[in-house]
C-alpha cells in the first residue's frame, strides 16, 4: 500500500503537491471545511476516488456558491481537484501505514528484511515530502544503525530542504547517547582548550550555578574569581564569525553536539572539539571553509563567555546589604565586589557577557568602584552604542 501511495512528484511542506499550493492557499476559508465533507461525502473509500466523483463534488460546490469554482468548471480546474483530493488520501493512508509499522518495530515483529525495506520507503516518503513526521518517526524507531543511517542521508540531500532541521532534530535524539557515553570517558592523554582557572570549575557550562543566592564561602568565591579572570583569557573571535547560517535551529543543533560531548569545561579538549566539528558535517552542517582549528576558538569563546555570565549572574544575586548575610559573610562579600567590579568592567569591554557584568554593576552600585566603572563604560566613545546604552540605563 505505501508504495502505491508513494507520489511520483516531490510534495510542499505542507504535504500539498507543489503545483497545487497555491490553488489550495487561495480557496475562500470560509467554506473549505464545508467543501472537504463534501469530498468524504461523495468518496468515503478509496475504491470511490475517480475524476467522475470529483466532478460531483464540484458540481456540488458550484451550488453552494463557492467564489473560487469556475462557472462552469473547466476541464483543468476538476483535474486540478481531482490531483489535490488524491494527494491527501495518499498522505492519509500513509501516515496511518507507517504508524503501523512503527508499532511493529517497537515490539519486535519485523525482520532484518522488512526492517531495510520500511527504512527504505519511509526515507523515499521524506524526500517527496509526504508525511513526513510518520516517516522519521518510523526511522527513528528502527534506530541505529538502519534508521540512523537513513536520516544521516537524508540531512544531505538536497531534496529534503524544508524539512531538514527537523529530521536532523530527531537523529540528533537518536545520537545522543553515543555524545553521553564520550563524555563519561577520561580526558587522559587529550590536549585541553581552555585556561586552568576554567578546568578546576565543578559546574556545567550550560547551566547557572546551583550554589543559590545564599551567603558563599572563600573556596568558592576563589573559584569564581579564578573562573572570570580565565575567562578573559580566552583568545576572542570575531563577533560575526559564523558556524554556517544564522537560522536559530542550526545554531542549536551544533549547540546540543558541543555540550553533549563536552559537558564540563575540563572536558573541553583539542581531540573532542574536533569529534564535534565532523559530528555537525555528519549531521549536514556547511561550515563554509571553517576548519576544525576556527571551530574550537569560537567554542571556547563562547563557553568562557557562557561561564562569564553564569558567574556574573550568581554574583549578582548574592546577598549585599544585610539579612541573609552575617557581619562576616558581608565583609567578605564587600571585598568580593572590588576585584568583581573590575572583571565586570574588562568583560564589558572585550565583549563577553556584557550584559550580565552590566547588571552586576547595577545590582552593587551602592559600592564606589561598580559606580565608577559603570559611569567609564557609560560614557566610553570607543565602546558600541548598544553597550554605552545598556550601561547609562543602569549608571547613577
Not at 534506530?143 to 531538514?164: C, I, K, N, W
Not at 547517547?177 to 578546568?199: H, I, N
Request: charged share 30%.
Amino acid at each position: 500500500m505505501l508504495r502505491a501511495c508513494l507520489p511520483d512528484r516531490r510534495q510542499s511542506v505542507h504535504d500539498w503537491d507543489e503545483e497545487l499550493r497555491d490553488f489550495y492557499d487561495d480557496r475562500d476559508d470560509h467554506t473549505l471545511d464545508e467543501a472537504d465533507a463534501w469530498l468524504t461525502r461523495i468518496m468515503p473509500t478509496t475504491s470511490q476516488v475517480t475524476r467522475e466523483r470529483v466532478v460531483q463534488v464540484v458540481g456540488a460546490w458550484a451550488d453552494m456558491g463557492i467564489p473560487t469554482v469556475p462557472e462552469p468548471p473547466t476541464e483543468q480546474w476538476v483535474d486540478r481537484v481531482a490531483a489535490e483530493w488524491a494527494a491527501s488520501v495518499r498522505q492519509a493512508l500513509a501516515y496511518d501505514a507507517f504508524a503501523f509499522i512503527e508499532r511493529a518495530t517497537t515490539a519486535g515483529l519485523l525482520n532484518d528484511g522488512e526492517s531495510e525495506d520500511a527504512a527504505l520507503l519511509a526515507a523515499a516518503f521524506v524526500r517527496v515530502g509526504m508525511a513526513v513526521e510518520a516517516a522519521v518517526r518510523l526511522l527513528v524507531s528502527l534506530g541505529r544503525p538502519r534508521g540512523e543511517q537513513a536520516l544521516m542521508e537524508l540531512v544531505h540531500d538536497d531534496e529534503v530542504r524544508d524539512f531538514r532541521p527537523y529530521v536532523r532534530s530527531r537523529l540528533l535524539g537518536l545520537r545522543r547517547s553515543v555524545y553521553e557515553d564520550r563524555a563519561r570517558e577520561v580526558t587522559r592523554d587529550e590536549e585541553p582548550l581552555l585556561p586552568e582557572g576554567l578546568q578546576g570549575l565543578p559546574h556545567s557550562w550550560q547551566n547557572d550555578f546551583d550554589w543559590g543566592a545564599t551567603a558563599p564561602d572563600s573556596h568558592s568565591l576563589a573559584q569564581v574569581r579564578s573562573a572570570l579572570e580565565a575567562c578573559l583569557t580566552v583568545e576572542r573571535v570575531p563577533a560575526d564569525a559564523q558556524m554556517c547560517s544564522n537560522a536559530p535551529a542550526d545554531s542549536s543543533a551544533i549547540a546540543e553536539v558541543v555540550r553533549a560531548l563536552m559537558p564540563y569545561p575540563r572536558l573541553v579538549t583539542r581531540e573532542r572539539m574536533k569529534e564535534a566539528w565532523r559530528e555537525c558535517q555528519s549531521l549536514g552542517f556547511d561550515f563554509q571553509g571553517m576548519d576544525a582549528a576556527s571551530f574550537a576558538k569560537v567554542w571556547c569563546k563562547r563557553i568562557a563567555d557562557r561561564v562569564a555570565a553564569a558567574v556574573f549572574r550568581w554574583l549578582a544575586d548574592l546577598p549585599q546589604g544585610g539579612g541573609a548575610a552575617g557581619d562576616r559573610e558581608l565583609a567578605v562579600l564587600s571585598a568580593t565586589t572590588l576585584w568583581a567590579a573590575e572583571l565586570a568592567e574588562r568583560c564589558v569591554r572585550c565583549g563577553s557577557a556584557v550584559e550580565e557584568a552590566i547588571w552586576f554593576l547595577h545590582r552593587t552600585d551602592d559600592v564606589p568602584d561598580s559606580r565608577e566603572a559603570l559611569a567609564r563604560l557609560a560614557f566610553d566613545p570607543s565602546l558600541p552604542v548598544t553597550t554605552r546604552n545598556a550601561a547609562q540605563e543602569w549608571a547613577p
